[in-house]
């Protein structure tokens, strides 16, 4: 019979690691990843691959793993994951393909992010085996170099097609660079990744903002089809008074000044990023649990108000218990009302205290004030981490493509098709905020869809 519970994995002290940006999360050594591998039971009908969102052979992989055929093992992650060193550490195994595992019925799923880990950087010194069809003539251009927007590249590079990627920062990577901070997810892990679609051949352009720079109907022209994986970069507020004062940030923005500018760094950088000793961060979510990680790891005090309680946490429950671990305290069942500030800096929030009511669209039951019950805070910083919608430039400047009424791009579920003959679209602009293995099943999807597109003419 197989352990009931998994390996566990090793991880820097909280003490530790609230003074450096390393990763937290070490990764399994071989032993502890052969020990965790021979938990899987081999289900002739595994649940687990229906639960993840691009398709992998969990089992086959795994499998692989047991026999110590480490870079078979990679391979056969590769046929559906173009980024399995991302995915294998900010993907929530735990909701898709762990959830479904058959162990979890009875005890812990088999760690499966944490075996593609390990797969992932095993392999890492390796030459990575570039497998594609002959060049076919088609070209095609993709907005944004998101999860959605790599997967769709390396896809269709693979099928032989001369794609182009269009960021609009000066580095690749969309959210995984400007929104995920080094302790989850380090910066040379994108880049390695990011060598891998590139060594497919395709050309990545920097510093264009599509519906600025150029408009997808000039795209249009020079390309047999677009795909628009954009991201949902546009912060959401609170609308609430006071919010206009300095201190508040966007967790868009926050985030940005540290992952993608280095402000942590400064003056090495040239970023400054002023923090005071007393944070506030407003949300619940993994954006919100990375804000007041980096602000702990910036020696600040950090509190997070989320107006639900414990139980209703979106964020990862892994990252809300290292939160916890590295002394970030939480107040629940409350929200702001008002900033108020001293010499135009932000300097007290007022609160309202919440109750649950029945539960909402999301499943989750609804905050709903309590009369009289106000309390405030004293702080020095305040971060806004509430969700975020799509950038709607794009939209603004193009004829004929249907938006939705928070400015996100109307698709066919199933091939990623907008109204706009020739243009496809996944990954946040379509959903929202969402996962990265989630924008980056839609972009397989895309590309298949767009693949069948260009061979049939068929719209």
């Not at 619940?284 to 602000?295: E, H, L, T, Y």
């Amino acid at each position: 019979m197989p352990r009931r519970t998994r390996v566990p994995m090793r991880e820097q002290n909280p003490e530790d690691r609230i003074k450096n940006f390393d990763e937290v999360a070490l990764g399994y050594s071989e032993d502890e990843a052969l020990l965790e591998a021979d938990r899987c039971l081999n289900c002739p009908k595994p649940r687990c691959i229906e639960g993840c969102p691009v398709g992998i052979d969990i089992p086959a992989f795994i499998s692989l793993i047991k026999e110590r055929k480490y870079r078979e093992a990679y391979r056969k992650i590769k046929e559906r994951d173009s980024l399995p060193a991302i995915t294998g550490r900010v993907c929530p195994q735990e909701n898709q393909c762990e959830k479904t595992c058959v162990l979890a019925r009875t005890g812990e799923p088999v760690a499966i992010g944490r075996l593609e880990r390990f797969v992932a950087d095993y392999c890492v010194e390796d030459i990575q085996e570039i497998k594609k069809d002959p060049p076919n003539g088609k070209r095609i251009a993709v907005v944004g170099s998101g999860p959605a927007g790599l997967t769709v590249s390396a896809d269709l590079a693979k099928l032989g097609y001369s794609v182009t990627l269009f960021e609009a920062l000066h580095l690749p990577g969309g959210v995984l660079t400007y929104g995920i901070p080094d302790f989850r997810l380090p910066k040379d892990i994108i880049k390695r990744e990011f060598d891998y679609v590139r060594a497919l051949g395709v050309e990545f352009i920097p510093n264009v903002v599509v519906g600025k720079t150029i408009l997808l109907d000039e795209l249009l022209k020079d390309y047999g089809a677009v795909f628009i994986g954009s991201g949902a970069g546009a912060p959401v507020f609170l609308n609430v008074p006071g919010e206009n004062l300095l201190g508040i940030y966007s967790a868009n923005e926050f985030l940005s000044r540290i992952n993608l500018m280095r402000a942590h760094r400064f003056p090495e950088y040239d970023t400054p990023l002023r923090i005071g000793k007393k944070v506030l961060v407003v949300g619940g979510g993994n954006v919100a649990m990375d804000s007041a990680r980096v602000s702990r790891r910036l020696g600040a005090d950090v509190t997070i108000l989320y107006r639900r309680s414990r139980e209703e946490l979106p964020a990862r429950l892994e990252e809300i218990k290292r939160a916890e671990e590295e002394g970030i305290n939480f107040v629940f069942l409350a929200t702001p009302l008002a900033f108020s500030g001293n010499n135009g800096w932000v300097d007290t929030v007022e609160c309202q205290e919440m109750e649950l009511g029945e539960p909402d669209e999301s499943g989750r039951r609804s905050p709903i004030p309590k009369k009289g019950s106000t309390f405030t805070l004293k702080v020095d910083t305040v971060i806004i981490a509430i969700g975020n919608r799509p950038n709607p430039i794009i939209a603004k400047t193009t004829q004929g493509l249907e938006i939705g009424r928070h400015g996100e791009i109307i698709v066919d579920p199933i091939t990623g098709k907008t109204s706009k003959v020739g243009v496809f679209a996944g990954g946040d602009i379509v959903s929202g905020s969402a996962t990265v293995i989630e924008a980056m099943g839609a972009g397989r999807r895309s590309a298949m869809a767009m693949h069948k597109y260009l061979t049939t003419k068929v719209w």
